[in-house]
């Protein structure tokens, strides 16, 4: 049976990277505990504007869990304590409770920094997809599909490896700033797969001096990001990025 | 120079230099483990260690690897920290609790309350003994007779519990540093993650079960190498009846 609930939220309002920011908090009253998190909170934009504040701003697209946009980070969670596997859009009301405060936050990372509210730049990751995060080829006619055999295991692991969105948890969540579960999974998908492996030596020698240079933190195997990705990426991503990185840079 | 340049690097220079002290701590482990049994065969392996060349080559390797460990902990850490950028969390990260081991967050402390215990080590036994064979002093007992020097700094309680709580924080380091090691090197995976965990826990505790005996061992004076008195009663009077 969905019930109403009452509560407070608690969101950073942030004029600009530069800018101090604080926290703003409404009273939110009788919310169906089947609205979603970002329903809810297009709800407590409507009563803003009815009240002649600013909006509050936030990321958001697809609303189905597979475009990596929305980022808030809730009550000490990024995406908040959705299922395992979920992101902030998948997150809905009957998780918290009548009286609750939610506190919602904005990614903190230096490497990603806030463009307004909890809307944070994410450019970041794109730099380091661009930096190697593909294979080089020329198109051609399509070729034939079993041309290359692939093990089925190998094509799930990089399916797997495949399936991170890159909405930045990881990152969030890390006490170092680290991206390794973001650049790890990128490397693995394409360095698990034979045409991938053509350029793996290259390819993760710059997407990992792409990641140092914009910033990113060292990893010291805390665990935090595989606790709360949305894609259940795991840390054996991040020993295969280090195997790939020592192996490329041995053959050097 | 990618060990000093990139992050992954860093780290390997992290794992290596910690994979090596782990071993250091193996060998030392291992002549404590004598002291129980024999002072004087105790005393031959520290009359081998003295101020002999490859011993006093062999320390300088060791302070090196320990020199460097540290030093690249305060650059990570400094790096971490500024990766990490200004603000802070309002609510610190709750989830799910118990997925992130609490050494994990805390090796930087950890490895400082290590530097403190290691430099008490320092004066209680190297100062004394391959300090002062090369200085030409004597303090106490013979450089070379170790054995003396551990009835004589396990017979204070203070210095025992201070023992203690350094085994206890070694503990905590190497329990997380042992699978962190392995894992930076690339050595793990989906299966082999859980075996290293597995391995390193197994490891690290006996090996700091190992010292922990000993410290007792002297302290409550049941040391079997102190079983020299006629009567049996040598407890307190060890260090004098052994001579």
Same mark, same amino acid.
């Given at each position: 049976m969905a019930k109403n609930i009452s509560f407070t939220i608690k969101f950073w309002r942030q004029n600009g990277p530069k800018d101090a920011g604080h926290f703003d908090t409404?009273?939110?009253?009788?919310?169906?505990?089947?609205?979603?998190?970002?329903?809810?909170?297009?709800?407590?934009?409507?009563?803003?504007?009815?009240?002649?504040?600013?909006?509050?701003?936030f990321d958001h697209d697809c609303r189905e869990g597979i475009? *990596?946009?929305?980022?808030?980070?809730?009550? *000490?969670?990024?995406?908040?304590?959705?299922?395992r596997g979920a992101t902030t859009c998948q997150l809905y009301m009957r998780r918290f409770n009548d009286g609750d405060v939610i506190t919602v936050e904005p990614w903190r990372s230096a490497a990603f920094p806030v463009i307004k509210d909890c809307m944070v730049d994410r450019n970041a990751f794109d730099k380091i997809i661009q930096a190697g995060g593909y294979t080089t080829i020329r198109?051609?006619? &399509?070729?034939? &599909?079993?041309?290359?055999?692939?093990?089925?295991?190998?094509?799930?692991?990089?399916?797997?490896?495949?399936?991170?969105?890159?909405? *930045?948890a990881c990152v969030a969540a890390c006490k170092n700033g680290s991206a390794m579960l973001f650049v790890s999974s990128k490397v693995s998908q394409l360095a698990l797969l034979p045409q991938g492996r053509v350029e793996a030596a290259r390819r993760v020698k710059n997407m990992i001096a792409k990641m140092d240079e914009l910033g990113f933190g060292n990893c010291t195997n805390t665990r935090a990001c595989e606790a709360v990705c949305?894609?259940?990426?795991?840390? &054996?991503?991040?020993?295969?990025?280090?195997?790939?990185?020592?192996?490329?840079k041995m053959a050097d | 120079m990618w060990l000093l340049n990139s992050s992954i690097g860093r780290k390997v220079v992290m794992s290596v230099t910690g994979i090596a002290l782990i071993l250091f701590l193996t060998f030392h482990c291992a002549m404590n483990i004598v002291a129980l049994f024999s002072g004087e065969a105790y005393n031959t392996i520290c009359e081998l260690l003295g101020a002999n060349w490859y011993a006093l080559v062999a320390t300088m390797g060791l302070a090196a690897l320990a020199v460097i460990h540290i030093v690249f902990a305060f650059i990570l850490t400094a790096q971490n920290r500024k990766a990490r950028g200004n603000s802070r969390y309002e609510v610190s990260t709750t989830v799910n609790p118990g997925k992130v081991e609490w050494a994990s967050k805390n090796m930087l402390v950890l490895g400082l309350i290590i530097l403190i215990g290691l430099l008490v080590h320092l004066q209680n036994f190297w100062y004394n003994m391959m300090f002062a064979e090369i200085a030409g002093f004597t303090n106490g007992h013979s450089p070379a007779d170790g054995f003396a020097f551990i009835?004589?700094?396990?017979?204070?309680?203070?210095?025992?519990?201070?023992?203690?709580?350094?085994?206890?924080?070694?503990?905590?380091?190497?329990?997380?540093?042992?699978?962190?090691?392995?894992?930076?090197?690339?050595?793990?995976?989906?299966?082999?993650?859980?075996?290293?965990?597995?391995?390193g826990l197994i490891y690290v505790t006996l090996l700091m079960l190992g010292f922990?005996?000993?410290?007792?061992?002297?302290?409550?004076?049941?040391?079997?190498?102190?079983?020299?008195?006629?009567?049996?009663?040598?407890?307190?009077?060890?260090?004098?009846?052994?001579?």
């Open positions: 409404h009273e939110m009253h009788d919310i169906p505990d089947d609205t979603s998190f970002l329903e809810m909170l297009d709800i407590l934009n409507e009563e803003l504007i009815n009240e002649g504040k600013e909006p509050f701003v475009c *990596g946009m929305c980022s808030l980070y809730i009550n *000490g969670t990024p995406h908040g304590l959705t299922e198109t051609g006619q &399509a070729q034939d &599909a079993n041309a290359i055999l692939i093990p089925k295991e190998d094509a799930d692991e990089a399916m797997d490896c495949a399936s991170c969105i890159g909405c *930045g949305p894609k259940n990426e795991t840390i &054996a991503n991040i020993a295969r990025l280090n195997r790939e990185m020592i192996k490329a | 009835i004589d700094t396990f017979s204070h309680w203070p210095l025992v519990v201070l023992y203690l709580v350094w085994f206890a924080a070694i503990w905590f380091h190497l329990a997380h540093g042992f699978w962190s090691a392995m894992q930076t090197l690339g050595l793990s995976g989906k299966i082999w993650l859980k075996r290293m965990q597995c391995f922990t005996v000993v410290v007792l061992g002297f302290y409550f004076g049941c040391a079997p190498s102190l079983d020299c008195c006629p009567d049996g009663a040598c407890c307190e009077a060890a260090a004098v009846c052994c001579q």
